[in-house]
T-cell receptor
């Protein structure tokens, strides 16, 4: 039982490049989330998915797209990376019931030059 | 819009001390409140979750309380240890929403 896994752990991009961050969970959770964490800003929700086939915007969705590929996987895509997207990205999942504790992955540290 | 505040931003204590971390929120219509721990370079680990109908939750040396009407929660750590050094974040879930709103955290250092 690996919990929530994220790949890659580190990535450096040039401005304008694209990339996809991968996330998978093996806890059979319905809900999955993408956050970014920046110094002084705390954790902010980018997108979330309440169930397979559904996605909704969070607080800071601009510049990102997501895909809920199946119940296990939820990917985050940067189509044209910008320096403002330099951050640490966390994926999380939750069952909502009976108790909706969120379980977090180890994070992806992304630098955009 | 819900806002979550954690004060202080950083706290340094000697080993063995009992301590309290504070979390306040502006909208009392919450569904639950969670306390997380984050070690440097790592993801978040859930410590305690308090439902809106509950007053407190305990796990080992940790006790979290919730006063919904005043918009406050506290995390009490008894007999602190150097291994407790980490950043502690609280997050609230609004009723009718799946989203969590996080505070910016309190960085705790327990000195041997």
């Amino acid at each position: 039982n690996a919990g929530v896994t994220q790949t890659p752990k580190f990535q450096v991009l040039k401005t304008g490049q694209s990339m996809t961050l991968q996330c998978a969970q093996d806890m059979n959770h319905n809900s999955m989330y993408w956050y970014r964490q920046d110094p002084g800003m705390g954790l902010r929700l980018i997108y979330y998915s309440a169930s397979e086939g559904t996605t909704d915007k969070g607080e800071v969705p601009n510049g990102y797209n997501v895909s809920r590929l199946n119940k296990r996987e939820f990917s985050l895509r940067l189509e044209s990376a910008a320096p403002s997207q330099t951050s640490v990205y966390f994926c999380a999942s939750s069952s909502l019931a009976p108790v909706d504790t969120q379980y977090f992955g180890p994070g992806t540290r992304l630098t955009v030059l | 819009k819900q806002e979550v505040t954690q004060i202080p931003a950083a706290l340094s204590v000697p080993e063995g001390e009992n301590l309290v971390l504070n979390c306040s929120f502006t909208d009392s219509a919450i569904y639950n409140l969670q306390w997380f721990r984050q070690d440097p370079g790592k993801g978040l680990t859930s410590l305690l979750l308090i439902q809106s109908s509950q007053r407190e939750q305990t796990s080992g040396r940790l006790n979290a309380s919730l006063d919904k009407s005043s918009g406050r929660s506290t995390l009490y750590i008894a007999a602190s240890q150097p291994g407790d050094s980490a950043t502690y974040l609280c997050a609230v879930r609004q009723g009718g929403s799946e989203k969590l709103v996080f505070g910016k955290g309190t960085k705790l250092t327990v000195n041997p």
